[in-house]
DNA sequence: ATGAAAGCGCTAACAA
DNA sequence: TTGTTAGCGCTTTCAT
């Protein structure tokens, strides 16, 4: 056995290699290794020829073992519906900076709104025992995530969250960014308007906005007609906007307006509208859920609705790393929920009628 | 002991708490579990009662453990600059994608291109024992990446690449694509070009978009200006660009036509140009390397050389996988060279001069 | 057809 | 100040 190691193997030295080759024991290096050997009074001298074997023989800590031996892996999971949509990337960078500067690494996995691919990876993620889990989801209720904070996994739900629910969570005021777009457009004039949003409607995020949006127009007397109540699956969004804004334009019956719910179906109806040569504001105007830099310079220019994503992702980082260590959460804390703004630019501005 | 354990905690049930339960082996538990029970030859009764005692107890493996045992993790790391760049947010999409399918999970580092960050990253991956990991790395040389080959570590580079390397890789035509952008732009009449890189000019594919982008212009006798070559760090690349198209405004020297080396610069670039108000194609012409999705659909809409990100992350993941698996490369298919294409829009076309 | 036992690399009681 | 030892949960020879 010893002779196989030795002849061919090039083995990665362990703790044992170093503290044999030392004649210390591994508690010894162990302690050393981890920055210990002061508070337990360990000679500095032994610590230095330990670290001097150490890198003598090349040594690096398994972190694997580590992680199994201690029940940590310094690992947080982050799901969300598709990673290069630019509001998650962003989300996505923001929550590992601040997991890299705790030691943190982190694991992505795009769910594409498929439920039951959400499942599977929350299971996978648990399995392989990541000590925490941040989550866009796209299931239809809290159910799964109140078994999940019995189970003990620390998580935060972000962007879509459920009225009742034991897990903490961030979010957005929704509901209150839908009805500043809708006055927006009411004060420019417009009575005919188009909604455009994703499917299912039971994510909380598109529910709110829908809600949001209605609310303001029905106080106006306003409704929107259900074939301008468009909603697309996950899937389908290109063919589904195309095919819409097609018969609109055919038909000659077109909107004044249309507030999209996403900053991917705003792109995606900025898109066919420009294939149509369907003229912004003029003709339709546009304005979107979530901003995105090219909004701010593409002419005309796209109005949106602002989400704070770098206070998203800080709080549900702070929010998870309190889980993960024990700490306290105060119950008015378990519910973060910040202010959008309203960035009107040049798409959703009706000129002057004189 | 025992009791403390029996008295509060709720431990996770483990192979061994089943294998006492049913009063049989844990390898008989481990290989029903792992599905290997037929072809051991175990009772198919047997395997029943050990499925169902593993649903009744509510058993999940611990990954973690067999990892570690196994000496697999299941887990690649993909290092890029910055995850929330298009390019790079698409590129993770895809390998996540590949890397499901394959049962692995992916974990994501952004570098901001400072090399030492980098190398810490790739360090911790390594002691986390990533079982291989996709790079587009910042650094200099290879000599890093050669001694991560030697230490058996598998890995792919992707993007940027060097000349001098071991380390299977998958690279597209910059220098080609350069060409085909100064080709365009000359054929447009154009004589006085600047060109827009990010410091450090070493990486690999700024280097070869630039060097194959003055190639061209030099055989037609013209040379880019010293001020008109512009590099912004990674950090800079507002103000450099804001500054920078400020001076050649406010002194009347614009050039006629401008190449921006990646889709971040090119963005970056629009923005200042429609600022500053300055008329594209008109007053200058912009082509930039890498496309993005609204690049098609802005007004004007934006030139560019598009790279096949699907090609790229496919290529990266099976290459990555083969050194997993321990399969050969053949040394030609070490190095994946891929094509990109020239997407001609509005921005690069100047009106005919009558 | 099933079981015993060793061991992956590490940490933490407990001893000395 | 340092060492012994017992696991963490799993897979895998090698026995039976």
Redesign the interface.
Known sequence: MHQVLYKTM?KKVSLADIAKSLGVSKTLVSLVVNGKGDAHGINPDTQERVREKIRELNY??????R??RMGK???IGLIVS???N?FF??I??NI??HA?NHGY??????TDENIEKEKK?I???????IDGLIISTSQEDAAYFNKLADA?LPHVLIDRVFSDMKSPNVSVDNFGGARMAARHLLSQGVKKIALIAISPVHISTIDERIRGFESVLNEAGITIPPEWNIQAPFEEIEEVIKDNLQKFYQRGEMPEAIFTLNNNLT?TT??YL??LSIRIPEEIALIGFDDV??F?????SISAIEQPVDRISEAAFELLLKQIDKKSIKPHERSVFLPVDIIIRESSVKPLRL
Request: aromatic share 8%; hydrophobic share 30%; charged share 30%.
């Open positions: 090039t690096e800590p398994n972190a694997l073992a992680g199994f892996t310094h690992t598709d990673i290069s630019r990337s962003r996505a960078r590992e900076d890299w690494n982190v694991v992505i996995c795009s990876q299971q996978l993620l648990r399995d392989r025992k003990g792109s900025l898109k420009r294939k830099l090219y701010g310079f593409t002419r005309p």
